[in-house]
C-alpha cells in the first residue's frame, strides 16, 4: 500500500484554501494488483505483461493511467474519484457516448473494457480506453499562429457539425440498452440499417448540476424527455426539490459578495420564489414554428483545448473527456465554447472583422503585448462565428435567435446548484419581463400569434434593488478575479505543486495589506471570518 500511495492521491497540484478538503475528495484507494489484471485482461494479454503502470494525468473527476506492456503496447486507464456523480451511471454513458460517436466516425477513443459499479475486485469504476495519438492542443495553442488558430477553428466546427446533424428520439444522456437498470426509463436510439440497431438507448441527464452533492439523493425526473418543455424544467423542479428538502440560510459562496449583503447569510426562500416564477415563464421560452431549435442536440460538454489532439498538420486525431454529456433541445445547447467567447466586447459582439488598433506602433511593449491579447480573443469569437454560419448553419440559426443568450441563461441559473446568491436568475427574469413582447412565444394554448400577458411580475423597487444588487455582485467577481490575478491562482484556487509556497505566501501578503488598510475594527472582523483566500466549510453548499 505505501508503494502504491503516490496512484491513490492527487499529486498534480493544490489548491491555496481548503487544500486538505479537496485532497480528500480526490483520495481513491483501489487495489492495484487487481485493477492491473483487469487492464491486462482488457487487451487480452496478462498482467506479467505489463511492464509500467504510472500515473498520466489528474482531472476535476478522474485520475488516469498509462499502460505499457512489455512489447511496447500503450493504453489509458481512468478511474473516477469517490465524489464524482451520478455514480453507476456516469462511467455507462461515457462509454456509450463515446463508442455511438466511433460508429460515426467521430475520432474518440476505443474503450478496451469497462465497469460502472466499484463492486468488483479492484474496488473502482474503471475504463481502459486507446491512448490518442497526437499533440493535446492545449499544449500548442498559445504559441499558434493565426493561420494555424483559424485552421484549428475550422476544424473544431467542422466536427461539431457533424455532432448537431446526428438524430436523437429524446433528451438525457447515451447509454448502452444493457447497462440501463430497469428503474430508469429508456428511449431507444434507432440506428437505420445497422446490426446495432438497439443497442443504444438514451436515459438520465448526466450533468452534474442535476446531481451535485446530496441533490443525488432526491428522486426527480431527470430524462429521457421526447418534450422539450420537461427538459427545460428538469433542473429547476430539481433544485426546488433539493431546496424544500434541505435548503438553510447560506452565505454567498463568492466570499467577496459577502459584504453587499453585510455578512448576514441568504435565505432560500427567497431563491424558491424565483425558481417558481422561472416555472411559470418557462413554456413562453421555447421556439414556437421552428422545429430545428428544438430538436434533441448533441455536443460535447467542454470543447476547450486540453481536450482536443492534433496532428502536425492540425487535423484533430482524438476529442476526450465526454463526461456529463447530454442532448438538450437545440435551442439551448447551442453557444459558443467558452475557450472561444469573447462576450462583453463590443467589437466582438457587433462581429466586426477585429484587427490591431492603427496607432499600434506607437505604443509601448506593454501596451503592445496587451492589444495582441485582446485581438487574439476578438479573432477566436469571430472565427467560430464565421465559420459556424459557413459550415454548421443549423447551429447558426439557433446563436442568432431572439434573445438566444437570454434564454440560456435563465435555463442555466435555473439548474444550478444554489450557492446563496438570490440575485443573478431574479435579474434574468426581469431583463425577460422587460422584453416580454420580444421574446415570449404566443400562448401555447392560442391560436395565432396572440402573446399571453406575462405570467410574473415585480414590483419597481424589487427590480430597482436586484439591478443593484446584481451590478454589485458582477464588480465583486471582478474584483475577485483582479485578486486571483495578483497571487496566480485559478477560479478554484488551484496551483501547480511547484508554485504553491510561493503562491500562498503572496495570499498571505494580500490579506496583511487588506488588514491593514481596514479603516475599523468591524472591517478588520469581516475581512478575518470571510477572508477570500482562507479555508471555509465547503460542505454545506452541498
Not at 32 to 59: M, P, T, W, Y
Not at 161 to 186: I, N, V
Not at 430 to 448: C, D, M, Q, V
Not at 503 to 510: N, S, V, Y
Request: aromatic letters at 10%.
Amino acid at each position: 500500500m505505501e508503494e502504491d500511495a503516490e496512484l491513490f492521491e492527487y499529486t498534480s497540484g493544490r489548491w491555496i484554501w481548503n487544500d486538505a478538503f479537496k485532497h480528500s475528495e480526490r483520495r481513491r484507494i483501489f487495489n492495484v494488483s487487481e485493477l492491473k489484471r483487469f487492464a491486462a485482461a482488457a487487451v487480452n494479454q496478462n498482467v506479467e505483461d505489463i511492464a509500467s503502470f504510472r500515473k498520466l494525468a489528474e482531472g476535476g473527476f478522474n485520475r488516469t493511467f498509462l499502460i505499457t506492456m512489455r512489447d511496447g503496447f500503450q493504453f489509458v486507464g481512468r478511474i473516477p474519484y469517490p465524489i464524482t456523480e451520478p455514480k453507476h451511471l456516469v462511467v455507462a454513458s461515457e462509454v456509450a457516448t463515446m463508442d455511438f460517436l466511433r460508429s460515426h466516425n467521430v475520432p474518440v477513443p476505443h474503450i478496451y473494457s469497462y465497469s460502472t459499479t466499484a463492486e468488483n475486485a479492484a474496488g473502482t469504476e474503471y475504463m481502459f480506453m486507446e491512448l490518442v495519438r497526437g499533440t493535446n492542443l492545449g499544449d500548442i495553442w498559445f504559441d499558434l499562429s493565426e493561420k494555424a488558430r483559424i485552421t484549428v477553428v475550422t476544424k473544431l466546427v467542422e466536427l461539431e457539425s457533424r455532432l448537431f446533424a446526428l438524430e436523437f428520439p429524446a433528451c438525457g444522456s447515451l447509454y448502452y440498452t444493457k447497462d440501463l437498470q430497469a428503474a430508469f426509463r429508456q428511449v431507444k436510439v434507432p440506428i437505420a440499417n445497422s446490426t446495432r440497431d438497439n443497442d443504444f438507448c438514451i436515459g438520465p441527464d448526466t450533468r452534474l448540476d442535476l446531481w451535485h452533492g446530496r441533490r443525488s439523493e432526491i428522486e426527480i425526473d431527470r430524462g429521457p424527455h421526447t418534450d422539450p418543455a420537461a427538459a427545460l424544467i428538469a433542473g429547476a423542479k430539481k433544485e426546488i426539490a433539493y431546496l424544500t428538502k434541505f435548503g438553510q440560510p447560506l452565505h454567498p459562496f463568492q466570499r467577496l459578495r459577502r459584504e453587499i449583503y453585510n455578512y448576514r447569510k441568504q435565505l432560500p426562500l427567497d431563491h424558491l420564489n424565483s425558481l417558481d416564477k422561472y416555472l411559470r415563464i418557462a413554456p413562453y421560452l421555447i421556439p414556437q414554428n421552428n422545429e430545428s431549435l428544438t430538436r434533441p442536440t448533441f455536443r460535447h460538454p467542454d470543447l476547450q483545448p486540453n481536450n482536443v489532439f492534433v496532428s502536425d498538420k492540425l487535423e484533430i486525431t482524438g476529442l476526450i473527456d465526454w463526461q456529463h454529456c447530454a442532448i438538450l433541445p437545440l435551442f439551448l445547447q447551442c453557444g459558443i465554447p467558452n475557450s472561444l467567447q469573447n462576450y462583453g466586447d463590443s467589437i466582438s459582439e457587433s462581429l466586426t472583422n477585429p484587427e490591431l488598433p492603427a496607432n499600434f506602433d506607437e505604443l509601448d511593449d506593454n501596451e503592445q503585448f496587451e492589444q495582441v491579447v485582446i485581438l487574439r480573443r476578438r479573432q477566436l469569437h469571430y472565427f467560430y462565428i464565421a465559420m459556424t454560419a459557413k459550415l454548421n448553419p443549423t447551429h447558426y440559426d439557433a446563436l442568432a435567435y431572439d434573445f438566444s443568450i437570454l434564454r440560456r441563461k435563465l435555463f442555466d441559473h435555473a439548474s444550478c446548484p444554489w450557492e446563496g446568491d438570490n440575485v443573478t436568475l431574479k435579474a434574468d427574469l426581469i431583463h425577460l419581463l422587460e422584453n416580454w413582447s420580444r421574446i415570449a412565444a404566443p400562448e401555447p394554448s392560442a391560436s395565432g400569434d396572440t402573446k399571453a400577458p406575462c405570467p410574473i411580475s415585480f414590483t419597481k423597487d424589487e427590480m430597482t434593488k436586484c439591478r443593484r444588487l446584481n451590478a454589485a455582485q458582477l464588480e465583486a467577481d471582478e474584483q475577485l478575479k483582479a485578486c486571483r490575478d495578483v497571487i496566480g491562482v485559478g477560479p478554484e484556487g488551484w496551483v501547480p505543486k511547484g508554485h504553491y509556497e510561493r503562491t500562498k505566501q503572496r495570499a498571505i501578503k494580500l490579506k496583511a495589506d487588506a488588514l491593514e488598510a481596514a479603516e475599523s475594527e468591524e472591517e478588520r472582523t469581516n475581512l478575518t471570518e470571510h477572508w477570500i483566500f482562507d479555508d471555509f466549510d465547503e460542505e454545506e453548499y452541498s
